[in-house]
Each structure stands twice: as structure tokens, then as C-alpha cells.
């Protein structure tokens, strides 16, 4: 599975953007996706995902201004971010979890910076 993820960018506070992710390669089984992120100086932390049904996922800080969707004809992800604040800034990456009999496997994209100054 490979993760193209693109849509980030400077904003400034209070603006919105929409990041993008799009899924190619052994696609069938992707089950959940996501994205996390990583600010400077902290470890990587979820900020939203969804199934494959359709099912979402928000940490706390994010709830009610971003909005996780799937795409699954386009085997797409998107964020859509709102009300940005200059702790959201970090790198975002997107995810994929695809179910083994082992367990799961984890694909994640190259990431992609969204930056809003304080």
C-alpha cells in the first residue's frame, strides 16, 4: 500500500484547510484510515480516523473543528481542518491499517506540513 498525502500549507489562526490522502497498490484490504501528526518535539499522536464503514475517531483537541471522511470509490482519505489554532501546527501523516491473520500492518504517507502562526 502506498500513501500520497498532500493539502497542507501556512494558514492563519481561525482559517481551514483540507488534507488529502490518497491510497494505491494492495488497496483491498485497507480497514481503517487516518491521520496523525507530529509537532516539533513530540511524539506522533492520532488526530482522526475512520473505517471502512465509515466510523470516527477524534482526539479530544480536534473534535468539532476537523472532520475525517472517506472516499472509498476514490480510495481517498481527507481532513478537513477549521478554526486551525497555532497548536495544530505539525507535520500530518496519513495511515492505513489493513488486518493480517497475524495481527495488522501499518502503512503511513510521506507527510505533509500545515503551519499556523501564533
Known amino acids: 500500500v502506498q500513501l500520497q498525502a498532500s493539502g497542507g500549507g501556512l494558514v492563519q489562526p481561525g482559517g481551514s484547510l483540507r488534507l488529502s490522502c490518497a491510497a494505491s497498490?494492495?488497496?483491498?484490504?485497507?480497514?481503517?484510515m487516518g491521520w496523525y501528526r507530529q509537532a516539533p518535539g513530540k511524539q506522533r499522536a492520532m488526530v482522526a480516523a475512520?473505517?471502512?464503514?465509515?466510523?470516527?475517531n477524534y482526539a479530544d483537541s480536534v473534535k468539532g473543528r476537523f472532520t475525517i471522511s472517506r472516499d472509498n470509490a476514490k480510495n481517498t482519505v481527507y481532513l478537513r481542518m477549521n478554526s486551525l489554532k497555532p497548536e495544530d501546527t505539525a507535520v500530518y501523516y496519513c495511515?492505513?491499517?489493513?488486518?493480517?491473520?497475524?495481527?495488522?500492518?501499518?502503512?503511513w504517507g510521506q507527510g505533509t506540513l500545515v503551519t499556523v502562526p501564533a
Open positions: 497498490g494492495s488497496i483491498f484490504g485497507i480497514n481503517t
Open positions: 495511515n492505513a491499517v489493513v488486518p493480517t491473520h497475524q495481527g495488522a500492518m501499518y502503512y
Open positions: 475512520i473505517t471502512s464503514g465509515g466510523s470516527t
